[in-house]
């Protein structure tokens, strides 16, 4: 549950509120100090801020979909699990083909490849990108489509009002040059404020814009190429590591990237993708995750 991982992740527990205060001031500022004064009484005052505020709700709702999804959490083992006879069935595990099965020594269970322990979740994510504090989880498997529909309305949103604050901005001076000098004496503070405005929610659309562009870089990277950013890490210290004559380079099927985004995004139309619509959750190599791999015992 995401309220107790608030508890353990003070930092994510900030990084949430600070999210939604940013999105909430933003539509603030742009429909009080910009699509109000420039564009009252016309239709783009209404389809601006409808547009807008479609972007938003969209962001929030890829938001909260990535903050309170499951990530793809290996289940846990109802009873204790003796790993004495991990050697020996070893080879059995292999004939069964569940290779790159391991062993969580913080979770005690065993967990499928290419998942990974969560020291801020305390649990095994199933093909785990990051733990991300923006959004107080981690980006694993199961929630990752939403985290990039999330960067994917937060870009956009950045963009939209910065042109719509610039917009704003050029017909002001516009309108300044073509008043009277004394109307605009008695305006002062107001404008002093709404330049105040313009400022800081422009400061804000590029950080965050710039931001999550690299990050949304980062995870298209991460899924065309099937590897997350731990294995790129531990793939490249191992190249690096002098005397490593047991390379450990983890190889995946090529698959062609429309595939590889479909893992992702779902399996159905593209203009779905844009949607935090629920998927069904990829499977590799036909396993079925459960707290034991299949092998005898």
């Not at 989880?137 to 939209?160: D, P, R, W």
Request: aromatic fraction near 12%.
């Amino acid at each position: 549950m995401a309220v107790f991982r608030c508890r353990r992740d003070p930092c994510g527990f900030i990084c949430l509120i600070l999210t939604y205060f940013s999105v909430f001031y933003a539509d603030y500022v742009v429909i009080q100090y910009v699509l109000i004064p420039a564009y009252s009484g016309s239709v783009w005052c209404t389809l601006h801020g409808s547009v807008f505020n479609i972007i938003l709700l969209l962001l929030l709702a890829c938001h909260s979909k990535a903050v309170f999804s499951d990530p793809g959490m290996v289940p846990l083992p109802e009873t204790a699990i003796d790993f004495s006879d991990l050697r020996s069935q070893s080879s059995r595990l292999n004939d069964r083909g569940c290779e790159g099965w391991t062993v969580c020594s913080r979770c005690e269970t065993y967990r499928p490849p290419r998942a990974h322990h969560c020291r801020v979740c305390q649990r095994c994510i199933r093909r785990m990108d990051h733990h991300c504090p923006w959004i107080n989880n981690c980006v694993g498997e199961l929630n990752q489509k939403y985290f990039i529909q999330f960067l994917f309305y937060t870009g956009m949103a950045s963009l939209y009002s910065m042109a719509l604050v610039v917009s704003a901005w050029v017909w002001r001076i516009r309108s300044e040059r073509e008043g009277d000098g004394d109307k605009g004496e008695e305006e002062a503070p107001s404008k002093h404020l709404i330049v105040a405005h313009y400022i800081i929610l422009l400061v804000e659309s590029i950080l965050f814009g710039v931001f999550v562009l690299v990050i949304f870089y980062d995870q298209l990277v991460s899924i065309i190429t099937d590897e997350t950013p731990i294995e790129q890490m531990r793939n490249r210290l191992m190249k690096d590591k002098p005397n490593n004559t047991h390379p450990t380079h983890i190889t995946h099927t090529r698959k062609p990237k429309i595939a590889l985004l479909r893992e992702v995004f779902g399996r159905g139309s593209i203009i779905c993708w844009l949607f935090p619509l629920h998927s069904s959750p990829p499977s590799v190599g036909g396993i079925s995750y459960s707290a034991l791999p299949d092998y005898d015992v």
